[in-house]
């Protein structure tokens, strides 16, 4: 396990991420959602920013690219098909190529959906990933440049990694979401343990990220649309899955 994690709170509700490659030394960091908060991050851990690793264009994530480009002088990793809305971009990556991070190594996985031009990071060596605004604790990223077949694909592609990896997503928008999810699958046992846990966690301040993809495969309505307790739900038994997850998207945007 050569990667060590520094997460951080910054704006009202992202999370900011320092990756540390210990063999060699490389400081990444995910998105650039608040430049000084990542470099208050970087002085907390005396480490120096080498590279940006960037998920998807939006502000909050891209934001302070150009800054922290210009200080630090790092290297920025974006999507190719998305090189003219990252800032700064220096690397383009493109679906199933491996990026080489210090002595790790990420593999580039295409997740659109949220923006056309998403992509996560996957350090297969040390079972983490960094999935941006694609994937939530008990949520997924809002449609805004996808159709729910893109996204319903881009959940499975994350789906597939093995369930404990571990799962660094953007933002704390988790009991929210336990919320949300409740009304879809109530009768889901592992689902209303964990909204406690998250009811808890959160009267105390603490993270409910990261999460792991076996905990979103059991709980998370928007990876299980062949739960029959929620196709029953929402009305479409026996349904395609990408209509069940449509449907479960579509009532989210409006709960
Ligand atoms: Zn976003």
Known sequence: MALEVHQFTCLSDNYGFLLHDNESGCTATIDTPAVEAINTALEEKSWKLTHILNTHHHFDHAGGNEALKEQWGATVVGADNDAQRIPGIDVRVRDGETYEFGA????????PGHTSGHIAYYFAADGISFVGDSLFALGCGRLFEGT???MWTSLQK????PDET??????EYTQANAAFALTVEPNNPELVKRAEEIDRLR????PTVPTSI????ATNPFVRPMSEGLQITIGLKDAELVEVFAETRR???HF
């Open 104 to 111: 790790s190594a990420a593999q580039i996985l295409e997740v």
């Open 148 to 150: 729910p077949q893109q």
């Open 158 to 161: 994350l789906m597939a990694l």
């Open 166 to 171: 571990v799962v660094y997503c953007a933002h």
């Open 203 to 206: 009267a105390d301040g603490i």
């Open 214 to 217: 076996g905990l979103e495969r």
């Open 251 to 253: 009532r989210k945007d």
